[in-house]
């Protein structure tokens, strides 16, 4: 399986939309067995896609990431785990042991989707307590 997660200083990168680099991790049976960086291209979102398909990416681990870019991402058969953020060995390992929805991954301010299921706002729902 080749799982992409897109990459700045070490860590996940806040935005796959504008991101400039994915490392390309190779894992067989949950050991790595290499890892590359990849530049991605700047020239619109089907070109982004092209070039993460190419690559024969399965998983796309990423931080914030556009609907339509999910979508057709999805629609080429990759599966995408968005609002992760964490450096980047630390999210790997997570996603190896299958500990990644653990809160400690989740983008500050995250109160979309993870993981098939919805994530409840700290905030919402919540009566004004002063």
Do not use: Y
Not at 13 to 19: I, T
Not at 120 to 130: D, E, I, L
């Amino acid at each position: 399986m080749l799982v992409a997660i897109p990459i700045w200083q070490g860590r996940v990168s806040p935005v796959f939309d504008v991101a400039g680099q994915v490392l390309l991790i190779e894992l067989e049976e949950s050991v790595e067995k290499s890892r590359r960086e990849q530049l991605l291209p700047d020239e619109g979102p089907d070109r982004r896609v092209d070039r993460i398909v190419e690559q024969g990416v399965g998983t796309l681990i990423c931080g914030a990431i556009s609907r339509l870019l999910e979508s057709l991402l999805v629609a080429r058969g990759i599966q995408v785990i968005p609002q992760v953020c964490g450096s980047v060995d630390e999210v790997l390992d997570a996603f190896n042991a299958g500990e990644l929805h653990n809160e400690r991954f989740a983008m500050p301010g995250c109160c979309g989707r993870r993981k098939g299921r919805q994530r409840r706002c700290r905030t919402r729902g919540r009566k004004n307590q002063s």
